[in-house]
């Protein structure tokens, strides 16, 4: 059992992790609490479903469609709202992202109604056993696909002139800007990136569980607690903070029961502020 | 300028006149109701919207509603709660003190009820609910609230009765529930039942609304070996528990759902995977009622699906004898003084709707129970008290559906 448990987490673990990248992205690269972010998760999980229910698009496959629609939604979005307030302070980008995910969902709301909806893929139930313990084909390949996200993400972020630009400019506004990077445009590429793996990690969310138009509140909470754990500014933190999180809600929801999930997450957010508050994986300032 | 301030004052004063005119010239009676049209709780809010303009139509073509010899209409005034307690009760106030509606219909789940009726109580105006069971809406004393929805705490009564009588009788029960007022009324009153059934509760446990992640629960449930397991919580949370119940392979002998099996959204997002699930509601459309507003249940449910293209649902059929029961109790009471129409309620007696005979019990809560249904071949079915169509025990495995 403890097995099972176990591998429980860690299958959520890697989802969550998945869901905190771009909001830990954005975050460290612009300074932006992205409020939003879970609408964008939830666009993600819409556009796998109309690809899978209007042309039988296979959501493993249509993951790339829509990371490439919501990049550039999430680019556009940056250059020609978020861009004019980028320095202003905290509480009015809060205010702004927070617009912006009020905007999404109830448009979202309108021409999607609040059904419930869920992807049916033929493989659903599928499954393998392991030392007696179950592991839902489906969670697997959604947490092997989140590993291969953070790898890639990883790549680009350390390996490519991209990267050294997005990092630069997060590290200093003024030297980026002198050894010529366009950085307005860098930041509409940052916000693009983070929500594109946002809506990478909708569509594995589709799959494995039944998409509203307002499932992303609760998945901003998440990503926001996860970011946190895992430490700003780190690429590893994400993944850290995502499993660290996925088994410890797994063991607490076993133990004490299912109603304190969202106790135990904020828990381990407090103690974690406590002991240590730039997150397990961050550098001291 | 004095013609002009006069001119302006006298087109006001007309105006107003001309709309309170209109208002008396047509005999209506306003019924109010805030309800959930956006929010967590507008998929269910709806059901009641569409139900409550369909009666209210049929009322109205019927000649509407005679008080001593006077036909009226009933007319129906709606403000959208957002699926919020405080924002509901606020604009009830706004119904009862700004439109100056004649009587309450009730919102959307019992955590919107209570506050709702706290409201209705203090301007002393009748409120009819049909989306609300939790006991504490009725615990108060409220005298001017009344349910239509059976006692919570009785949902899962008649789903443990049909499996004492299976063959063998299945030892091991799981409960699950969700933990808000309706949902916790529902778990606690599902434990004493099978505890005094002989049960062996294997799992009881209660989960946050809203929660997306069952996995540890079933598994545990799995673990125990549970052979009935029962939820009682909401469409989503159903839709994940079934999904998640399939990826972890955990098949009970039946799986029980409170609000799930009976709406199209449910089967039609779980396709196949629903069938053989259990289910329990205070109606279903296999039922056949005598009606006061329609003939019987069975025309009712055709007319239904014909403008609305879905099935109506037990929340469809409470929310349409809602507005029955004012209807009969407005003639009866011969009055639109909302003391006596109170108390005309109180006095109802076996109106037949086609939900059901309606009577009530002190409290306001209608006496009532719930019926076993299974989803047979994607529609639902009454499997118990009998109704025609067997029950399929135990539920066969995931992949033999």
Redo the contacts between chains.
């Keep these: 059992m403890l097995t099972q448990i176990l591998i429980n987490g860690i299958l959520k673990g890697g989802l969550y992790a998945l869901m905190a990248m771009g909001m830990s992205l954005i975050w460290g690269v612009m300074n932006i609490i992205n409020i939003a972010h879970g609408s964008f998760i939830m666009l993600g999980a819409y556009t796998t479903y109309w690809f899978f229910t209007l042309y039988g698009i296979d959501p493993f496959v249509s993951i790339l469609l829509s990371m490439v629609l919501i990049f550039f939604l999430g680019f556009f979005i940056q250059k020609f709202i978020i861009n004019f307030v980028i320095g202003a302070s905290l509480f009015i980008t809060l205010l702004l992202a927070f617009g912006i995910e009020i905007l999404i969902n109830n448009l979202a709301l309108l021409f999607w109604t609040a059904d419930v909806k869920s992807v049916q893929v033929s493989y659903g139930g599928a499954n393998i056993e392991i030392l007696g313990a179950v592991i839902p084909t489906v969670r697997l390949f959604a947490f092997l696909l989140a590993i291969a996200v953070s790898i890639i993400l990883f790549i680009i972020m350390n390996k490519t002139w991209l990267g050294r630009a997005i990092r630069s400019t997060a590290q200093d506004l003024d030297a980026a800007r002198l050894n010529g990077v366009n950085v307005g445009k860098i930041y509409s590429i940052t916000f693009g990136i983070g929500t594109a793996v946002a809506a990478a990690a909708g569509t594995l969310w589709a799959v494995i569980f039944p998409i509203s138009p307002t499932m992303g509140g609760h998945l901003t909470l998440k990503s926001f607690v996860v970011t946190i754990i895992g430490g700003l500014g780190t690429m590893m933190g994400p993944l850290v903070g995502g499993l660290s999180l996925g088994i410890v809600e797994s063991l607490g929801t076993n133990w004490f029961g299912s109603t304190f999930e969202n106790l135990i997450s904020f828990t381990i957010l407090v103690l974690v502020l406590i002991f240590k508050p730039n997150g397990i994986l961050g550098k001291k300032e | 300028m004095f013609y002009r301030k006069l001119f302006l004052m006298l087109a006001s004063f007309l105006l107003v006149f001309a709309f309170s005119f209109t208002a008396y010239a047509e005999n209506v009676i306003k019924l109010g109701s805030s309800i959930s049209f956006?929010?967590?709780k507008?998929?269910t809010g709806k059901l009641y919207v569409d139900s409550y303009k369909f009666a209210v139509n049929k009322v109205n073509e019927m000649g509407g509603v005679n008080v001593n010899g006077k036909n009226y209409k009933f007319e129906l005034v709606f403000y959208d709660d957002k699926s919020k307690p405080t924002e509901s009760a606020r604009l009830v106030e706004k119904l009862i003190t700004v439109d100056k509606v004649n009587f309450l219909l009730g919102p959307y789940s019992s955590g919107i009820t209570i506050p709702n009726s706290i409201v209705a109580r203090r301007y002393r105006i009748p409120m009819i609910e049909a989306g609300g069971a939790s006991s504490k809406i009725f615990n108060k004393g409220n005298e001017y609230i009344f349910g239509m929805l059976p006692r919570a705490g009785d949902y899962f009564r008649s789903t443990l009765e049909f499996l004492t009588k299976q063959k063998p009788k299945p030892e091991k029960v799981a409960i699950?529930y969700a933990?808000d007022k309706f949902d916790v009324s529902v778990g606690e009153g599902a434990k004493a039942a099978a505890e005094e059934m002989g049960f062996d509760l294997v799992l009881y446990?209660?989960?946050?609304q809203?929660?997306?992640?069952?996995?540890?629960?079933i598994?545990?449930a799995k673990?125990a070996g549970a052979e009935a397991t029962l939820v009682a919580g909401h469409?989503?949370e159903a839709?994940?528990f079934v999904?998640q119940s399939?990826?972890?392979?955990f098949s009970p002998n039946l799986l029980g759902l409170t609000v799930g099996p009976s709406e199209a959204?449910?089967r039609k997002?779980?396709?196949k995977?629903a069938n053989y699930i259990y289910g329990v509601a205070s109606w279903s459309t296999e039922m056949n009622f005598e009606g006061y507003l329609f003939e019987n249940t069975q025309t009712f449910v055709k007319k239904f699906t014909d403008k609305f293209g879905y099935d109506p649902d037990y929340h469809n059929a409470a929310g349409i004898a809602a507005i029955g029961v004012y209807k009969d109790a407005i003639e009866r009471a011969g009055s639109l003084d909302p003391q006596k129409v109170r108390d005309a309620i109180a006095k109802t007696s076996g109106l037949k709707t086609i939900y059901g005979p309606v009577d009530f019990m002190d409290n306001g809560q209608i006496i009532g129970s719930s019926v076993v249904l299974q989803i047979l071949d994607g529609k639902v079915r009454q499997v118990y008290p009998a109704s025609g169509y067997d029950a399929v025990y135990p539920m066969p495995g995931?992949?033999e559906r």
């Excluded at chain 2, 809203?210 to 629960?217: I, P």
């Design positions: 956006t929010g967590a507008s998929r699950l933990d446990e209660k989960y946050s809203g929660a997306s992640d069952f996995t540890s629960a598994t545990k673990e469409t989503e839709l994940n999904q399939k990826e972890l392979d959204d449910f997002a779980l396709g995977d995931w992949d």
